[in-house]
């Protein structure tokens, strides 16, 4: 059985705890320093939301290194079963995941596959 993913939008939820923070009204900074709303008006502004960026930056990473890694076990457990290396409608569902973020995410999509199962052809 499939199941369409939700578009629902997520709850926030307080990392740290999992309650749900979407009612806190300090919910809405990125580190209880500077809203999200709103343009920075100073330097120690802008950094906060560097490091936050640099933070997301590092998550993005290590979840695109276990994405990679979980994707190349499957990859060789198929074939070790007989089956094919690539399972090309599950990689439509991929692009047609990523699609919401238009070209560039269905290009992101696109290098995620690549990392996880190789290039196509021989290039």
Do not use: C, K, W
């Amino acid at each position: 059985m499939t199941t369409e993913p939700s578009h629902e939008p997520a709850v926030p939820a307080d990392a740290a705890t999992g309650a749900d923070v979407s009612d806190n009204p300090t919910a809405d900074t990125v580190t209880g320093d500077v809203p999200t709303t709103g343009i920075p008006t100073t330097p120690d502004e802008i950094d906060v939301l560097r490091r936050e960026i640099d933070r997301l930056d590092a998550d993005i990473l290590r979840l695109v290194q276990e994405r990679t890694e979980v994707s190349r076990r499957i990859g060789a457990a198929r074939m070790a079963g007989g089956g094919p290396r690539i399972v090309y409608s599950r990689e439509i569902h991929v692009l047609a995941r990523f699609r919401e973020l238009g070209e560039e995410g269905r290009e992101l999509a696109m290098l995620l596959l690549r990392l996880g199962r190789g290039r196509l052809g021989g290039r």
